[in-house]
């Protein structure tokens, strides 16, 4: 399982909104110096107890695990939000930050970048997260590509909000126009499922600045499973979670969990490698399992 | 002060629009007085809407009053183009005259706590 590698070529230079996907092999040899990986872990929702994993306990501690056996490490690791699964009590929601954090410092990278998503960060305007790992939306520059994220959840509207617009655009100012853009964030940018909550209040107004970039992709999490989507040439990939999948997008009523397969215990979820190549510029996704077979 | 918004036209395949004129603000100014309208209120408190279940009539105006209990949740209808934020201490008004027949989803979009993934509920439109 864990050799299997799907991928997909993303964000071809010049405007090419294709991205193609099957079964191959990637060769890890011969990396070019500029080329490089990072893994997209997301909601692992700490803290959460329900039927819809009886594992919850142990699942973020086995992609960790999971992780820190991968053969060659990556250069960095990104958890796009949902760290934690949401309390009502203010001291409950540091108790489950501070054991997150306990576990994931187990992770033999230690470049590890947090965004925080609804769960953690909504009914305090994330200031418990902000404690624990600072800033919720900053950039960084990392072997020729400007990575951003955005926080799309401190606002319980879900409102990213015109101060953090202005600071986007100010930051992707300083960037050549074809520069190598990624941009995380925890909900998706898009309108795609509004009634399941699966949306951004004014996430079009920041496609609308990503757009002037023609080199830009966006991966979140918030929707507990892969799904690929365009708006214009920018590409935008969800990733898995590592507590429960959710259904298809707008595929039923609701959006309640997928029931735990007792025979088949943590399908659906996962984490993901983002391999950045450098010539020509491209990022190819693998989806890895939590746990090695 | 009332704000009132014209929420635009939602087309759907059938070409029907649905015309939602959302106001905030105090029922009794912002309500037009045609007398017409069907009047149901509905009370949101943390992780319910009372009705969740709401039944309108196509082509009759209605007037949603909203009452919040506890919290700034919110009142979306995607499907109709609707939203607005429910603040507690007023009564929020929303005039609707749904166009076709059918069932609206609709949701509290501010993240309320534990329970908000559940807060919803349908309009039902008949004819
Ligand atoms: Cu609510």
């Known amino acids: 399982m864990i050799n ?170 300083k960037q050549a126009r074809d520069a190598r853009i990624v941009v995380f964030t925890h909900r998706p940018l898009f309108d795609l499922v509004p009634k399941w909550d699966w949306a951004t209040r004014d996430g079009a107004k920041v496609v609308q600045i990503l757009m002037e970039y023609p080199n830009v992709t966006v991966f979140y999490g918030h929707i507990h499973q892969e799904n690929h989507h365009m708006t214009g040439h920018i590409a935008h990939h969800s990733a898995k979670s590592l507590v429960f999948p959710l259904p298809a997008p707008g595929s039923q009523d609701k959006r309640t969990p997928l029931p735990w397969n007792p025979a088949a215990p943590f399908s659906g979820l996962g984490f993901r490698e983002v391999e950045a190549e450098d010539k020509p510029f491209q990022l190819k996704i693998t989806e890895f399992p939590v746990t090695r077979a | 002060m009332d704000l009132q918004i014209s929420k635009g036209w939602k087309i759907g395949t059938a070409c029907l629009a649905i015309l939602a004129l959302v106001s905030i603000g105090a029922a009794h100014s912002a309500a037009p007085k045609t007398g017409k309208e069907r009047v149901v209120k509905v009370v949101a408190k943390r992780f319910i809407y009372t009705p969740n279940e709401i039944i309108l009539k196509a082509g009759v105006p209605a007037r949603l009053e909203f009452t919040s209990l506890d919290f700034v949740h919110g009142f979306k209808v995607p499907d109709l183009d609707i939203r607005v934020d429910l603040p507690p201490g007023k009564v929020t008004t929303v005039h609707l005259t749904p166009q076709k027949a059918g069932v609206y989803d609709f949701l509290c979009d501010n993240f309320c706590g534990v329970g908000h993934e559940e807060m919803s509920g349908k309009i039902i439109v008949k004819d």
Do not use: C
């Open chain 1, 4 to 173: 299997r590698r799907d991928f997909m070529k993303l964000s071809a230079v010049g405007g090419g909104a294709v991205f193609l996907s099957g079964l191959s092999q990637i060769t890890q040899a011969a990396a070019a110096y500029d080329d490089f990986y990072f893994v997209q872990l997301s909601d692992s929702h700490w803290g959460y107890q329900g039927p819809a994993n009886p594992e919850a306990n142990n699942t973020l501690r086995k992609a960790v695990e999971t992780v820190n056996g991968l053969e060659l490490q990556p250069d960095f690791i990104m958890f796009t939000g949902d760290l934690t699964h949401t309390t009502d009590d203010p001291k409950e929601r540091r108790k489950r930050l501070t054991e997150f954090r306990d576990i994931v410092s187990d992770l033999k990278v230690k470049n590890v970048h947090f965004i925080p998503g609804e769960h953690d960060a909504s009914l305090d305007n994330g200031a418990a997260f902000k404690e624990f790992f600072g800033e919720t939306h900053y950039s960084f520059d990392h072997k020729g590509v400007h990575f951003v994220t955005l926080d799309n959840v401190s606002d319980p509207g879900a409102s990213i909000g015109e101060a953090q617009l202005a600071w986007l655009a100010a930051d992707l100012a």
